[in-house]
């Protein structure tokens, strides 16, 4: 345990300070925006932490698109994280000589509940991407493109779409920040953590601004509590501590309601165009914000909040150019490469790309949930309302209470606040929101769990509004009663992490040399070795340990089934997602039934080695959203038939020598 915490505690050391450089830069460059969009705020510092983080998202995003992040070895990268904190240092000096910002409010007592759900965020960043968390199935998406796309765009000079990763050509504006931080620290995988920890950083900040608007409807001590419950929610910690892109959409949210709820003293317009930059970096961040941030915050902005008339529209009118400023980066980028400014979406009507109409048709079926309304129904009461808890619809996925008691804490509270004449509106707005996202959550996706994140905010709200209603007439020994459950669903995140890998969450802590085999490589090279252990240390090896170290430095690897390459170094593995068609689809088609042609297309291509994971060919396969042709039995069949296997990991994958 002692040496897990070292490890830790060495990890954060060498990551925290490059997240926060980041993080501080973002709130400097929010000082003249919230100056001047919303001057009269009563939450300054947040609402420029949320416009900050917005603009040097937008500005990350421009910048790697272009390749300007890259020039010079970052010095841009450099250069825009000294300009931002230097904004900040003279704001705060500026502050200390007469207040540039509102003096900061006293902590509550009640925000001492974060500490645990805080400690669990922070030591689950510092383990290396690949090994937690189960739902996640070790954060496969951060290997396959959250931080596998910003190290091929350092490799690459920019950040372009990639034809073997679809992914490329989504917004990207968080995987761009992850560029950022790969730029300035050239491309070290180790970089990593400094990602993970800066999403962590992000999942703070969203639970601040959220303690902030809380604080502003229902006094100090209930706005730390609505803090609190953010942070504690174990899917903020789950995704928080990956280098994911949720907590990004989150904090957008968080600071949109902030403002709406605010009634601060702004130009109509301004305010407009403030809330427009939030959502349309929400948008940017995870498309499917479009749903659960841009949709229901633009409809209350129209249909529920005050004032009526002209105004409102010139607030809405401002919000709408703040969305379409704010995306226009993303947009242009995909028009550009692809003739469609969403793709891989609205393939049908805007063009497909390099893309065939199967591969689009793939990409459709796998993103959508092809049930009727009953099963739609059925399937968002197991994802949201009983997530975890009790008997696992699928026995094959991870079922663990992730939402804890919070889906039931809202609804409770609507019922409360909207009986409240006091708080009725409020209540009612927050109720609107979480009821649009929950519509669309389930009418327009496949109804997975972790897409619903960003309702924590107006849920957390929403519980605030209806503590604020019920504290007149409840007893002190009350109060404390409902302190104490808090401080429980506070430990929830570390009991889950406790569970995690069958009791060992702490044994990769630090250890991104163990995933790319450098471990392994050490030990093979001692003097030492017998044969029996060097054979059963390969027998145990990671395919890194093959790619990184024991082949020989010409050797062009083609990777069949594992899109996860973060850990494998250098240019000579060849890889693609699920979605996309790579040079074993198009050996199959030009070879047809003749195996040995396929592997002769292959050599002719260049290609070395062939590595098969079999088992995530059999779940794309079982899902269908592979290449039809491209089976396990049938690549498979083609390697052991005229190729040589040389390695057998213990993983299930297969190294074969073409």
């Not at 704001?91 to 925000?111: D, I, K, M, N, Y």
């Amino acid at each position: 345990m002692l040496d897990a915490g070292l490890n830790a505690l060495f990890t954060l050391g060498g990551a925290i300070p490059l997240a926060a450089f980041w993080i501080a830069a973002a709130i400097g460059f929010g000082w003249p925006l919230r100056a001047w969009l919303v001057p009269g705020t009563r939450a300054p510092l947040c609402v420029q932490a949320v416009l900050g983080v917005a603009a040097l998202l937008v500005v990350d995003t421009i910048a790697a698109r272009t390749g300007a992040l890259y020039l010079a070895g970052g010095a841009l990268g450099w250069s825009l994280l000294a300009a931002g904190t230097l904004m900040l240092l003279e704001q705060a000096r500026r502050h200390g000589g007469g207040g540039a910002l509102e003096r900061l409010p006293r902590l509550s007592r009640v925000a001492w509940a974060a500490a645990p759900p805080l400690l669990v965020l922070l030591v689950a960043a510092a383990s290396a991407p690949g090994w937690l968390w189960g739902s996640e199935f070790g954060g496969y998406d951060a290997l396959s493109y959250h931080l596998q796309l910003p190290r091929e765009w350092w490799d690459l000079g920019r950040a372009a779409g990639l034809e073997h990763n679809v992914y490329s050509y989504l917004p990207s504006y968080v995987e761009c920040a992850y560029a950022h931080l790969f730029a300035v620290r050239h491309g070290a995988i180790e970089a990593a953590y400094a990602c993970q920890v800066l999403h962590g950083g992000l999942a703070v900040l969203a639970s601040i601004v959220t303690g902030r608007a809380a604080t502003m409807l229902a006094g100090r001590a209930i706005g730390a509590a609505a803090a609190v419950l953010v942070l504690a929610t174990p899917w903020v910690v789950v995704v928080g501590s990956l280098a994911y892109n949720e907590m990004a959409v989150t904090l957008m949210l968080a600071g949109a309601l902030l403002l709406l709820l605010d009634d601060a003293e702004a130009r109509p317009a301004r305010l407009g165009v403030a809330i427009g930059v939030m959502l349309g970096v929400a948008a940017g961040a995870k498309p499917t914000a479009l749903l659960l941030v841009v949709v229901p915050v633009l409809g209350l902005l129209v249909f529920s909040a005050a004032p009526r008339g002209r105004t409102r529209l010139v607030s809405v009118s401002g919000a709408v150019l703040g969305v379409g400023l704010a995306i226009a980066p993303a947009l242009a980028h995909d028009l550009v490469a692809t003739g469609n400014p969403v793709f891989p979406f609205l393939t049908g009507w805007l063009g497909s790309g390099h893309w065939s109409a199967e591969q689009a048709a793939i990409w459709d079926a796998g993103h959508g949930a092809d049930l009727r309304l009953g099963e739609r129904l059925r399937s968002a009461w197991d994802q949201l309302a009983r997530y975890g808890i009790g008997p696992a619809p699928d026995p094959g996925e991870p079922w663990r209470p992730q939402w804890s008691v919070l889906p039931w804490l809202a609804v409770v509270a609507c019922a409360i606040g909207v009986t409240d004449r006091r708080h009725r509106a409020t209540a009612l707005r927050l109720a609107t929101v979480l009821g649009i996202q929950v519509v669309l959550w389930i009418a327009f996706t496949h109804v997975k769990s972790r897409f619903m994140v960003p309702a924590v905010a107006p849920a957390a709200l929403v519980i605030a509004v209806a503590a604020a209603s019920l504290r007149p007439r409840v007893p002190r020994a009350a109060a404390a009663v409902g302190l104490l459950a808090l401080v429980a669903a506070s430990l929830v995140p570390a009991i889950l992490l406790a569970g995690e890998k069958d009791g060992r969450p702490f044994a990769a802590l630090g250890a991104t040399g163990v995933f790319a085999g450098e471990a392994h490589a050490q030990r093979l090279r001692a003097p030492d070795l017998t044969a029996a252990e060097r054979g059963q240390l390969l027998a145990d090896a990671v395919p890194a340990l093959w790619v990184n170290f024991l082949l020989p430095p010409d050797a062009r690897v083609l990777s069949v089934g594992d899109a996860t390459p973060l850990y494998y170094r250098g240019p000579g593995l060849v890889y693609q997602t699920t979605w996309d068609r790579g040079p074993f689809s198009a050996a199959l088609r030009d070879g047809g039934d003749d195996d040995a042609a396929v592997l002769d297309a292959l050599r002719r291509d260049g290609f070395t080695h062939v590595l098969v994971d079999p088992a995530m060919l059999t779940i794309w396969q079982r899902e269908g959203w592979n290449d039809p042709p491209l089976t396990a039995e049938r690549v498979l069949g083609a390697c052991e038939a005229h190729a040589t296997e040389i390695a057998r990991m213990r993983s299930g994958a297969r190294l074969f020598k073409l």
